[in-house]
């Protein structure tokens, strides 16, 4: 069934040079390097707050990974990370969450540094429709409380996770795991108070503990709950007794871009959240006092639409450290990839592939993989880039991609290829290379010295 439409005109809310849509990790490092650039830059955000799955879902303790190892954050996210940590401290006691961010503060802080680099930002601003003329994006349309809205820009980043924009414009996508189309799972992230802080710190840490007891009770059968999540990762302890993020609930076989599963997967983790808060209380007397303070806004996703771009980046590449003439991020080798069918056996490596039950790999060494230009530079459309974890890629690279820091990075690229896209007079796909990695490298990226010269504009 279906129901036609009448054609009606729309109001041009604003015209722009860079369009930026989605305010979270890779649409912050947009819409400040296209700034930077100089660029008359909007960012439109569908939620009424900034941050994306950091504030939104409580993602406070991105770069966890890279403590003690050789590697370090970079760029865009190194100076936010110092930046609000010396505005805001994170009022945290763990001492493997020092680098976590309060995401609340965040929010704040993320207003005015956004604001303060020249960027105009348009919150409760929901994108669903795409306007096109030939190959180019013409306007997209913003839905909000007086109807829909025009937006009309240069160049659009589309840095919503999910690749709506490029959708809406008749991009090709991906969605999920390549024999059966699903997702990792969707979490509704809790907060809780009234934790034993110094039970919990009298001996090292109390939560590092309750994460592996969890675990090895989940796999020795002793944990009757409905989730199939056998994890539960806490993020920072407080002071107050405040545990910032408890990642538990996990909806399973949830299409992020599915309304009917999208509230399945809402109401599904409200459910799991009540279980585990009162296994805790039972089960943990450091816990026992414990009462819920929020849960996530929304739920969260790892994965949802992969665009399809001039060049797909798969697991192989990755493996191989291949180098590529137009690297925009070099990232340290890591997959994190939630089982997506729930199946929790495996070896946990990329090297088993069949993954039944979960990837996990961690830094261990120097290995590194790099990105390349061409993945953030979607088929079909002259005047889109994409950034962020809807990047072309297969589906278990994405799980090394989804990195927080290293999707602001890939939005920093963004950024300043639609910045010399404009300058260029070109198509994304024509902008300058060798000019683009001089640019990122001034902006405290690490890209090694090419191996092969790629002075011409056109992307191979
Ligand atoms: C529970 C959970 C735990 C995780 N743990 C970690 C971790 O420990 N470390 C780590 O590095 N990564 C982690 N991740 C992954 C990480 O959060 C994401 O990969 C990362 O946030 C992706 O950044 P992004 O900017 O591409 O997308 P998002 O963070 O999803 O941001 C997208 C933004 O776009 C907005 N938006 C979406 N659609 C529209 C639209 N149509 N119009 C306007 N605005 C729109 C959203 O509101 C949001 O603000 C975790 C993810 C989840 C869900």
Redesign the pocket.
């Known amino acids: 069934m279906q129901i036609i439409r009448k054609e009606r005109p729309i109001e041009i809310q604003e015209e722009t040079e860079v369009l930026v849509?989605?305010?979270?990790?890779?649409?912050i490092g947009a819409c400040v390097s296209a700034a930077r650039q100089g660029k008359k830059t909007l960012l439109?955000?569908?939620?009424g707050f900034?941050?994306?799955?950091?504030t939104?879902?409580y993602?406070e303790?991105?770069?966890?990974?890279l403590a003690g190892t050789p590697f370090h954050s970079q760029g865009l996210y190194a100076e936010i990370e110092e930046k609000c940590l010396e505005k805001y401290g994170n009022c945290n006691v763990r001492s493997n969450k020092a680098n976590s961010f309060d995401s609340e503060c965040l929010k704040v802080f993320l207003d005015e540094f956004i604001q303060e680099n020249g960027v105009k930002i348009l919150l409760h601003?929901?994108?669903?429709e795409v306007v096109m003329e030939g190959n180019k994006i013409a306007a997209v349309i913003i839905q909000t409380k007086q109807g829909p809205l025009a937006v009309k820009a240069d160049v659009v980043i589309d840095?919503?996770?999910?690749g709506?924009?490029a959708y809406g414009a008749g991009v090709p996508f991906e969605l999920g795991r390549e024999r059966d189309g699903l997702c990792q799972p969707?979490?509704v992230?809790v907060r809780l108070a009234g934790a034993d802080v110094d039970k919990l710190t009298e001996d090292g840490d109390g939560l590092g503990k309750i994460t592996k007891a969890f675990r090895k009770d989940y796999r020795a059968g002793k944990v009757d709950l409905p989730c199939k999540r056998q994890d539960i990762p806490f993020g920072r302890l407080t002071k107050a007794g405040q545990i910032s993020y408890v990642?538990y609930p996990c909806a399973y076989g949830v299409n992020p871009t599915d309304v009917e599963d999208l509230t399945r997967g809402e109401i599904e983790c409200r459910r799991y959240i009540m279980d585990i808060f009162r296994y805790l209380k039972e089960h943990y007397e450091e816990l026992k006092d414990i009462e819920i303070t929020s849960m996530a806004p929304e739920i969260?996703?790892?994965d949802s639409r992969r665009i399809q771009g001039m060049h797909r980046l798969t697991i192989e590449e990755m493996e191989q450290q291949t180098h590529y003439p137009d690297t925009i991020a070099v990232f340290p080798r890591f997959y994190?990839m939630l089982s997506p069918d729930a199946i929790m056996t495996g070896d946990e490596t990329v090297k088993g592939r069949g993954y039944k039950g979960y990837i996990y790999e961690p830094v261990k060494d120097d290995r590194q993989f790099e990105i390349p230009y061409r993945s953030l530079v979607p088929v079909k459309v002259e005047n889109l880039l994409v950034?962020?974890?809807?990047i072309s890629a297969d589906h278990v690279a994405e799980s090394g991609v989804?990195?927080?820091?290293l999707?602001m990075m890939t939005?920093q690229a963004a950024g300043i290829g639609a910045g010399l896209a404009i300058e260029n007079k070109v198509a994304v796909s024509d902008v300058p290379i060798d000019r683009m990695q001089e640019i990122l490298r001034s902006s405290g990226i690490d890209i090694p010295s090419q191996k092969l010269a790629c002075h011409h504009s056109k992307l191979l």
């Open positions: 849509v989605g305010g979270g990790p890779a649409g439109l955000e569908k939620r900034l941050g994306g799955n950091i939104a879902c993602v303790n991105c770069n966890y990974f601003s929901f994108v669903n840095a919503t996770g999910d709506d924009v969707g979490t992230s990642n969260g996703f790892r994190d950034a962020g974890r809807c989804r990195a927080v820091s999707c939005g």
